[in-house]
């Protein structure tokens, strides 16, 4: 991993800093499915009416850290764990430089954010597992712990936007916009050669085409209502078949 104290990078023709692709495909696709699911999911967990769509958001959140565990092995340089997980000693000298309005500048995730990252995978791994847990055998300490890591999961969100937010002002650099186009300012060695858009696409067909069996599996189809109703509501009398529709 590269700390520098400013970088400029490779400055283009026109005097501004060269962009550089950082993050390929596959890592901003998992960043904003992880975000659609882990949304979609909270917004669902109340209502019984809702609860196939909860769970199917679960599952694909479990998939998509799954992949993401995997990319970070064999991923491309800055979406490796190895580049840029590091103990609690190099996120307090980060947040120190950061405190003394010197901060360190990282090409990919900052030593901080990182732990927070980490801490965020951790916990999607406990909410998915404790979720299925408790989906499939009820049990209310399963219960517990999935409602105690999604609470745990919503507060670092917020401490994980406020520190992109932070970060990006102090930097003077817009992260969101990177995670969306894969690009920063940076020297060219510092980018990467493969943005892997055929492995995104892949990935984007594989949770379509999940989302699209779970739901062909709703009692109608994409109508989830029979799902709240009860049982003698949807048992129809006889001799009134269709006229209901
Ligand atoms: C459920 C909510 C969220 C989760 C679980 C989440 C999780 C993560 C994870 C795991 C990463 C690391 C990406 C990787 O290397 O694969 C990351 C990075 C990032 N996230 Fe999120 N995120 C969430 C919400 C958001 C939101 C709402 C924003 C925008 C405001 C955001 C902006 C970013 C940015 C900009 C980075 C890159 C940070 C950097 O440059 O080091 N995230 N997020």
Redesign the pocket.
């Known amino acids: 991993m590269n700390a520098t104290s400013v970088s400029r990078g490779d400055t283009a023709r026109d005097g501004r800093a060269a962009r550089i692709v950082v ?1 390929d495909a596959p ?1 901003r696709l ?2 904003w499915l ?2 659609l ?3 979609g999911a909270w917004l669902t967990a109340d209502s019984e009416h809702w609860r196939l769509v909860h769970v199917t958001f679960g599952y694909t959140m479990a998939g998509l850290v799954a992949f ?1 565990l995997l ?2 092995v064999v991923g491309t340089r ?2 490796r764990f190895s580049s ?1 997980v590091r103990g609690p000693r190099a996120a307090l000298r980060y947040l120190g430089s950061i405190a003394r309005r010197r901060p360190e500048h ?1 090409t ?3 030593p901080a ?2 732990l927070a ?1 980490v801490a ?2 951790v916990l ?1 791994v406990a909410v998915t597992a404790s979720g299925w847990a408790a989906y499939a055998y009820l049990g209310d300490s399963a219960e517990d712990l999935h409602e105690g890591a999604a609470n745990a ?1 919503l507060l670092l ?1 917020g401490i ?2 406020a520190g ?2 932070v ?2 002002w102090l930097h003077r650099q817009n ?2 916009k ?2 969306i186009t894969g690009r ?1 300012p940076g020297a060219a060695e510092e980018g990467i050669r493969r943005t892997w858009r055929g492995l995104a696409l892949v990935m984007l067909a594989a949770v379509l085409g999940f989302w699209w069996l779970e739901w062909q599996s709703a009692p109608t189809g994409l109508d989830l209502a029979p799902l709240a109703a009860t049982p003698t509501a949807i048992v129809r009398e006889p001799g009134r078949e269709g006229d209901d529709d």
Do not use: E
């Open positions: 993050w890592v998992f960043h992880i975000v699911c882990f949304a993401r990319w970070g800055h979406a840029f990282y990919g995730h900052n954010g990182a990252i965020l995978l999607a999961m969100v994980h936007v992109v937010l970060s990006s992260l969101v990177a995670m920063k």
